[in-house]
């Protein structure tokens, strides 16, 4: 599978270039009657369904006109969704102003808006709620990259 998945990212990463397309993730799990192959694609703008479309249509092509599978399968190319991770630099300019939760690796999680990202550090202005109330605090903290587990956009209602 591990050959496989590389030979889907070469074919990817040639497909999409230099942008606008960007490859988030790729994911090929054996299943019990299918394998399940998953592509994850953005642009800075959001990425369409015709996009995701286009690639599969290609893709699920290629890997069938060179037999890369054997058997059958399920090829799924999709965005990354609202809760996925955020991972590369220009995830992080996209969702500039939004609220995050940045996990830290030794220190407890923040939730704040995303005021920067730059030489690998996630500038955050923080927030707690007191008593049903936003508290925001008065300076941004800066959290370098390697101290931080993960950083997700936080949706709100």
């Avoid at 490859?23 to 192959?37: A, E, F, M, T, Y």
């Avoid at 939004?98 to 927030?127: A, H, M, Q, T, Y």
Wanted: proline share 4%.
């Amino acid at each position: 599978m591990a050959d496989l998945s590389e030979r889907i990212k070469g074919w990817v990463l040639n497909y999409v270039g230099e942008g606008p397309l960007f490859l988030v993730d790729i994911q090929v799990s054996p299943g019990l009657k299918r394998n399940q192959v998953t592509i994850l694609i953005d642009t800075k703008e959001g990425v369409t369904i015709d996009e995701c479309a286009l690639l599969s249509r290609k893709l699920s092509f290629v890997m069938e006109e060179e037999s890369w599978i054997e058997g059958a399968y399920n090829l799924e190319v999709s965005s990354p969704g609202v809760d996925a991770p955020l991972k590369y630099d220009w995830q992080f300019e996209k969702n500039l102003g939004r609220k995050v939760k940045v996990w830290r690796k030794k220190l407890e999680s923040l939730e704040g808006e995303l005021k920067g990202f730059k030489d690998n550090e996630v500038e955050i202005l923080p927030e707690k709620t007191v008593k049903h109330r936003v508290i925001q605090a008065k300076e941004t903290v800066k959290i370098p990259m390697l101290e931080i587990d993960k950083v997700k956009v936080q949706v709100s209602f």
